[in-house]
């Protein structure tokens, strides 16, 4: 069988679905055996679904959240473990109510810097080939603001390790970055009821 080549993937636009797109392809990688990376950007809370599920369940998916530390963390509550066939412990705690809080994109230094480690510590992991899949989540969010360069992540995307995918997210990508990706899907946002004041939910929107 000819050896997989690794292709960029870019999900971007301003409707709901370019995270859950890339969760997508990282459940479909892992099905197959291949390890996937994750890094969140601007997500610092660690108690998102897809978080808690790689924690206990996924061990071929790593997800780092990079970003400061959510307000209501502090009065979250660990529910309980409970061990599953054998396993290590499954750790449940109590789903945080987001609702209208909008904390985790108000942007100051500690996502700046933050970011700017990750993207380091990223960057070693494209070009090496040790992990087959690599998500940047919300990656336009800091590009947009300059806490990376978009010359840098260009460079990157073109001395990427040649077995590796790499699944880019985040509204608003620039057109060089556009016509660096091998595929590109826009999501548009057609009708979302969070315009009739619903609020997001644990499990749909985080």
Do not use: W
Not at 59 to 85: E, Y
Not at 119 to 137: A, N
Not at 168 to 180: H, Q, S, V
């Amino acid at each position: 069988m000819e050896e997989r080549r690794g292709q960029i993937h870019l999900y971007t636009g301003n409707g709901k679905g370019k995270t859950t797109a890339s969760l997508g392809l990282a459940m479909r990688a892992i099905g197959h055996g291949m390890s996937v990376y994750m890094v969140q950007f601007l997500k610092g809370g660690s108690y998102t679904g897809e978080y808690v599920a790689a924690e206990n369940y996924l061990p071929q998916f790593k997800i780092d959240q990079v970003g400061k530390p959510c307000i209501k963390m502090a009065h979250q509550k660990t529910l309980g473990a409970f061990s599953k066939g054998g396993k290590k412990d499954i750790v449940v705690r109590e789903a945080i109510d987001c609702g209208a809080c909008r904390f985790c994109f108000q942007i100051d230094e500690t996502d700046k810097n933050e970011a700017r480690k990750s993207f380091f510590y990223v960057e070693s992991l494209i070009r090496s080939g040790d992990i087959d899949m690599v998500i940047l989540d919300e990656i336009t969010y800091i590009l947009n603001r300059g806490f990376i360069s978009l010359d840098n992540l260009i460079k990157l995307l073109k001395e990427k390790h040649n077995k590796v995918e790499v699944i880019l997210t985040g509204r608003d990508a620039p057109k060089i970055l556009i016509d660096a990706c091998d595929l590109v899907s826009e999501i548009k946002d057609v009708k979302h009821y969070m315009k009739k004041g619903l609020m997001a939910r644990p499990g749909i929107e985080y």
